[in-house]
T-cell receptor
């Protein structure tokens, strides 16, 4: 079974440019999450999709970030325009039914974003 | 509010020595606690989790953790470190489908 995949693995862009990150969850997982780790600090929650609907986007830092999950399969996270403080590692995770809180989330390898 | 504190951003042990990675949490609800490991260029991999029941939880690769409610701790241990254990370890609390992570501990294993 394929795990969570993310593309690209690394991205280097200039301040003011646009970047789109992609996440493909494990097949059959309706729940998809985005997290971010900045400068070696803690990994922080950004948002949660259930199928194509945003269940919780309380962690999105500002309106320069736009997440989509059309069709309830893969998701994209667009940063436009990128700022220096957006640099970090963006993780995607997916999980099965969330009715049981004990379900783990399966994480992808992350996309390392560097804004110069 | 939920938060996780991992004491020590870097821990170094000799091969064969005890591994102890500390984690303390705060949670307004009964916690679901997790330890994840990240090897270089890989995603986060679940080591073990505590939900309910037995407070001593065994995970993969010989790791275990004990939930101590009175101390709000969930420390990760392994009796004998291997070189392959070198990685970054994350403690997390899960609440309402969100994970709250600590800042991570990098484990270095010396030959």
């Amino acid at each position: 079974e394929a795990g969570v995949t993310q593309f690209p693995s690394h991205s280097v862009i200039e301040k003011g440019q646009t970047v789109t990150l992609r996440c493909d969850p494990i097949s059959g997982h309706d729940n998809l999450y985005w997290y971010r780790r900045v400068m070696g600090k803690e990994i922080k929650f950004l948002l949660h999709f259930v199928k194509e609907s945003k269940q919780d986007e309380s962690g999105m830092p500002n309106n320069r970030f736009l997440a989509e999950r059309t069709g309830g399969t893969y998701s994209t996270l667009k940063v436009q325009p990128a700022e220096l403080e957006d640099s970090g590692v963006y993780f995607c995770a997916s999980s099965q039914d969330t009715l049981a809180s004990s379900y783990e989330q399966y994480f992808g390898p992350g996309t390392r974003l560097t804004v110069t | 509010a939920q938060s996780v504190t991992q004491l020590g951003s870097h821990v170094s042990v000799s091969e064969g020595a005890l591994v102890l990675l500390r984690c303390n949490y705060s949670s307004s609800v009964p916690p679901y606690l997790f330890w994840y490991v990240q090897y270089p260029n890989q995603g986060l991999q679940l080591l073990l989790k505590y939900t309910t029941g037995a407070t001593l939880v065994k995970g993969i690769n010989g790791f275990e953790a004990e939930f101590k409610k009175s101390e709000t701790s969930f420390h990760l241990t392994k009796p004998s470190a291997h070189m392959s254990d070198a990685a970054e370890y994350f403690c997390a609390v899960k609440s309402f489908n969100k994970f709250y992570f600590g800042s991570g501990t990098k484990l270095n294993v010396k030959p």
